[in-house]
């Protein structure tokens, strides 16, 4: 069984199922798919690099990958690049591309795609005919990142009646998609990441080092609620708590940030690499997520990475990944008193905080959230799609 992996964004999810597949006695391989004006996702930059477009040779690709990423994978050989012009649907240049690339992808069993991209529907029309597959990351956009023509969800909504197999990473969207299409129920597979293990790749020991007791990391978004969490510390404060407290990430700052000095708040707002993101998670007791609404967890599974508890909001997924009072504590969005209520206990609790970073670690090695697990049922998902087309 041959299997192509083609991936729009999520790479710091999607390389460590690749690494996980190959104890598995089927061929994988993986297309990383980005264009000239996004050369950065997630793990991955190379916006320092002069890329052109179409599939990039073995040499270009040796260099576009950060050597931390190879030698996390080690043998390389099966990962590749696949450049766009940009990542619109209503580009005569990247029609082209699709022809391409789907040129290639036909050569397979099996074809998974991995996120979503404005090529997508093009080359969902010129592979209809083979054997595909979809992870959708989010089904819905968060509250503030919706767009009048909200391309994405109608992407999804296609996708999710189309007749081709949909892994959801998350339960709560699992179980609303079952019920809301219970005729084709049976197309839906719950498949989960694991910790995002990749990233302990980065760490460097001799790195200057932020220290912290709260740390709230990732792109800075309304949804994310950071405001809850400075408010939350403004009420430690009246009850003489002074925690030193870092926010670190790129994007709009839409808080007051005029009181972050006496509350103890560090504001680090810039893209944060992946080395720095490392020594401010290793250098930290507890990770917050205060956001009002969620749907993947990937900040906990980074956190988690490292063994580091969290405190996050009732909301999207993160219920299913930290389990209260287990992994972290779970609060209710918006709620000031008790964010702050379970910061103090945690933060007052050495013994505690141990005990959960066990927990973490555990998880990790098995269960449904351990990357063994979840490597085999992406397994036989792919196996069941070959037997079923025989």
């Known amino acids: 069984m041959k299997v192509a992996i083609v ?15 190959k104890r598995y006695s089927i061929i994988v391989d993986l297309y990383l798919c980005f264009s000239l004006n996004r050369k950065a996702e997630s793990i991955l930059d190379f916006s320092d690099k002069i890329i052109s477009t179409n599939f990039t040779n073995s040499d270009k690709t040796e260099e576009l990958l950060d050597p931390y990423i190879k030698n996390y994978l080690g043998d390389i050989s099966n990962v590749h690049f ?17 022809k391409i690339l789907a040129k290639k992808l036909k050569l397979y069993d099996i074809v998974h795609f991995n996120g979503i991209n404005g090529v997508l529907p093009i080359l969902i029309y010129r592979l209809r005919k083979k054997e595909l597959i979809f992870t959708i990351h989010d089904i819905r956009s968060h509250s503030g990142e919706k767009t009048r023509f909200n391309f994405t969800e109608r992407l999804n909504k296609f996708i999710i009646k189309s007749k081709y197999p949909v892994i959801v990473q998350n339960i709560s969207d699992f179980e609303k998609l079952r019920d809301k299409y219970y005729s084709i ?14 990233y302990r790749e980065f760490e460097i020991k001799d790195q200057k080092k932020s220290c912290s007791d709260i740390l709230f990391f990732g792109r800075i978004s309304k949804y994310k609620g950071i405001e809850y969490l400075i408010m939350a510390l403004e009420i430690l404060k009246k009850r003489g708590f002074h925690y030193n407290t870092i926010i670190a990430g790129n994007g709009e700052v839409y808080f007051e940030t005029g009181e972050l000095h006496e509350l103890n708040i560090l504001l680090i707002n810039k893209h944060v690499s992946n080395s720095e993101l490392v020594s401010l998670i290793r250098n930290t007791k507890i990770v917050v997520c205060p956001y009002t609404d969620a749907t993947q967890s990937g900040v906990v599974m980074t956190a988690f990475a490292f063994n580091t508890p969290v ?4 909301v999207g ?3 299913e990944v930290v389990k ?10 918006k709620d000031t008193v008790e964010l702050a209520s379970k910061i103090s206990i945690l933060l007052n609790s050495p013994e505690l905080l141990k005990e959960m970073s066990n927990n973490i670690d555990l998880m990790a090695v098995s269960g449904e959230y351990s990357w063994n697990q979840i490597a085999e049922k992406v397994t036989k998902l792919y196996a069941s799609v070959c037997e079923y087309n025989k």
Request: aromatic share 16%; charged share 25%; glycine share 6%.
């Open 7 to 21: 991936s729009f964004g999520h790479v710091d999810v999607i390389l460590p199922l690749i690494k996980h597949l």
């Open 82 to 98: 696949f450049i766009f012009y940009n990542d619109k649907l209503r580009s005569s240049r990247n029609f082209c591309l699709t």
């Open 185 to 198: 129920k049976e197309k839906f597979r719950f498949i989960p990441f694991g910790e995002l293990e990749l």
């Open 311 to 314: 405190i996050a909001s009732d």
């Open 317 to 319: 997924s993160f219920p």
């Open 324 to 333: 209260d009072g287990i992994t972290g504590f779970l609060v209710k969005p």
